[in-house]
C-alpha cells in the first residue's frame, strides 16, 4: 500500500514502505525547511495525519448517510 504524506509547501512523500516514507520525509524536512526529524517523529507525524484523514472520511460519510453524528 503507497503512504503519502504532503507537506504545506505542497511536496509530496510516497513510499511503498515505512522506513521508505521516513527516509523521505526526514531529507525533505532537512534540505527544505532546516528542520530536523527522528525516525519516530515521522513516525507519530504520519499516524496523527492518517488519523486525522480517517476521521474526516468517516464523518463524510456519516453526512452523505444522513446521521446525525
Do not use: I, N, Y
Not at 509547501?9 to 523521505?24: N, S
Amino acid at each position: 500500500m503507497k503512504r503519502v504524506l504532503q507537506c504545506d509547501c505542497g511536496f509530496e512523500a510516497r513510499a511503498d514502505d515505512e522506513t521508505e516514507l521516513v527516509a523521505k520525509v526526514r531529507r525533505h524536512a532537512l534540505e527544505a525547511h532546516g528542520m530536523h526529524f527522528s525516525p519516530e517523529e515521522v513516525v507519530q507525524l504520519a499516524f496523527r495525519v492518517e488519523l486525522g484523514e480517517r476521521g474526516w472520511r468517516e464523518r463524510l460519510g456519516h453526512e452523505a448517510r444522513g446521521d446525525a453524528s
